[in-house]
Nanobody
Framework: DVQLQASGGGEVQAGGSLRLSCEAS????????LGWFRQAPGKEREGVSC????????LYADSLKSRVTISRDAPKKTIYLQMNNLEPDDTAVYYC??????????????????WGQGTQVTVSS
């Protein structure tokens, strides 16, 4: 079975950093587009960053690209999202997801077939 397990969330003060992890099982990272999304209370789920698991190319949401970095550890089948200088507006549940490589880099929720369970990030002011 294809599964994604997100972890690393928590409570942090504004200006702090967190690194989220997403461990994949049942597939190889180089077979999928790997994405991070977030959903704040009362808001729609939005894309944060994604990576082509085959060639490593990345895409970031414009509003976040100065503060987040996506990376991967292929042998560990894990992708990461490093988030720096966190702000209260970053409070959300963060999800990792996987889409077929043929979809290309992007944040269309409909093309992501597999989703992790989410990890809560809370940023206090």
């Amino acid at each position: 079975d294809v599964q994604l397990q997100a972890s690393g969330g928590g409570e942090v003060q504004a200006g702090g950093s967190l690194r989220l992890s997403c461990e994949a099982s049942g597939f190889a990272l180089d077979s999928f587009i790997l994405g991070w999304f977030r959903q704040a209370p009362g808001k729609e789920r939005e894309g944060v960053s994604c990576m082509d698991g085959y060639d490593g190319k990345t895409l970031y949401a414009d509003s976040l690209k100065s503060r987040v970095t996506i990376s991967r550890d292929a042998p560990k089948k894990t992708i990461y999202l490093q988030m720096n200088n966190l702000e209260p507006d970053d409070t959300a549940v963060y999800y990792c997801a996987a889409a077929p490589l043929s979809m290309g880099l992007g944040f269309d929720l409909r093309v992501y077939d597999y989703w992790g369970q989410g990890t809560q990030v809370t940023v206090s002011s």
